[in-house]
């Protein structure tokens, strides 16, 4: 797993004074959503309410997914929303979260929940806007064990061709 730390990301140029309100306003509401709202199902699947398709998107599964998608929505939803300003942040969020429910909906046959989605949007987007931006990333094994047994027990490799012509023949 992968733990973003925020970073002063600097701009040459151009300085936003922008207060990034809308993404503070997305969280609160993510938050909200999760502790008032979380007896309903708002999952998105083929036999969803037409509600659910917006929903889902403020809807998670548990406390430390909530936390862990506000903490990646606050260190890069901060930058963006500084940048874009806060009514096409607000757009670009929301639509992202319309998108991938409409898609969700159309196209696949599993529950559909979580902000997650839109918030690798706002990744997108941060780094299409900002690629020269650098992020501090902190990683933290939380499978020990798998870990442990990779370095006891390095993996063999196999060539391509091997996989390959093994496919291929019949027995």
Known sequence: MFFPLPAKIAESRIQHSNPPIANGVIIALNVLAYFFFEPFDWSVHRAASPLAILAY??????????????????????????RLGNGY???VYLGA??????????FL????????????????VAALLMPAAR???????????TLLIGLIKRPSTVSIGSCVGASLTSP
Not at 57 to 82: E, K, Q, S, T, Y
Not at 97 to 106: D, E, K, M, N, R
Not at 136 to 145: D, E, G, I, S
């Open 57 to 82: 998107g403020f809807a998670h599964a548990g406390f430390w997914h909530l936390v862990f998608n506000m903490w990646v929505l606050w260190v890069f939803g901060n930058p963006v929303n500084r």
């Open 89 to 91: 942040y607000a757009l």
């Open 97 to 106: 979260i319309l998108a991938l429910g409409l898609f969700a909906y159309l």
């Open 109 to 124: 046959s599993v529950p559909v929940v979580g902000a997650s989605g839109a918030i690798y949007a706002v990744i997108g």
């Open 135 to 145: 992020m501090t990333v902190v990683y933290a094994a939380l499978f020990p064990l």
